[in-house]
T-cell receptor, first 115, second 113 residues
Framework: EAGVTQFPSHSVIEKGQTVTLRCDPISGHDNLYWYRRVMGKEIKFLLHFVKESKQDESGMPNNRFLAERTGGTYSTLKVQPAELEDSGVYFC?????????????FGEGSRLTVL | GNSVTQMEGPVTLSEEAFLTINCTYTATGYPSLFWYVQYPGEGLQLLLKATKADDKGSNKGFEATYRKETTSFHLEKGSVQVSDSAVYFCALSPPGTASKLTFGTGTRLQVTL
């Protein structure tokens, strides 16, 4: 069974540009999460999808961030326009509905560097 | 709000040394507690968990006990191996909130021969 895959693994862009990160969850996992780790700090929750619906987007930092999950399969996270403080590693995670609390399956992360 | 505090790294140990990584938390009620591990080039993996006070989670020789009185969930291993070199994250999930995790900052462990 394939794990959670994320693309790109690393993106370097200039301030003001746009970047789109993609996450393919494990097949059959209805729950999809985005988290972010800014340099040396804790991993912070961004949002949670159940299928194609946003269940909780309380962690999204501002309206420059847009997450979608059309069709309830893969998800994209777009940052437009990117700012320096957006640099970090963006993790995607998934879990099947009803799986034990906290047992998330994570991807390797997409590292974003904004210059 | 909820928070997790874990010891600063990096932690450097010789193979077969004893490992402790401290983790304390702040949360209302009885959260579930977790240790996740990220090996080089891989995603985070659940290492162990405990869902109620005095529970002990264990896996791959690692253990952690849910201590409500000290709000702690320290990670221990009696004899580390080079293959244990990774970043370890302590995390909590508040009761009734499914899998919305609050993480600590992570502790890098480097084990040498």
């Amino acid at each position: 069974e394939a794990g959670v895959t994320q693309f790109p693994s690393h993106s370097v862009i200039e301030k003001g540009q746009t970047v789109t990160l993609r996450c393919d969850p494990i097949s059959g996992h209805d729950n999809l999460y985005w988290y972010r780790r800014v340099m040396g700090k804790e991993i912070k929750f961004l949002l949670h999808f159940v299928k194609e619906s946003k269940q909780d987007e309380s962690g999204m930092p501002n309206n420059r961030f847009l997450a979608e999950r059309t069709g309830g399969t893969y998800s994209t996270l777009k940052v437009q326009p990117a700012e320096l403080e957006d640099s970090g590693v963006y993790f995607c995670a998934s879990t099947r509905q009803g799986l034990g609390t906290g047992e998330l399956f994570f991807g390797e992360g997409s590292r974003l560097t904004v210059l | 709000g909820n928070s997790v505090t874990q010891m600063e790294g990096p932690v450097t140990l010789s193979e077969e040394a004893f490992l402790t990584i401290n983790c304390t938390y702040t949360a209302t009620g009885y959260p579930s507690l977790f240790w996740y591990v990220q090996y080089p080039g891989e995603g985070l993996q659940l290492l162990l968990k405990a869902t109620k006070a005095d529970d002990k989670g264990s896996n791959k020789g690692f253990e952690a006990t849910y201590r409500k009185e000290t709000t702690s969930f320290h990670l221990e291993k009696g004899s580390v191996q080079v293959s244990d070199s990774a970043v370890y994250f302590c995390a909590l999930s508040p009761p009734g909130t499914a899998s919305k995790l609050t993480f600590g900052t992570g502790t890098r462990l480097q084990v040498t021969l």
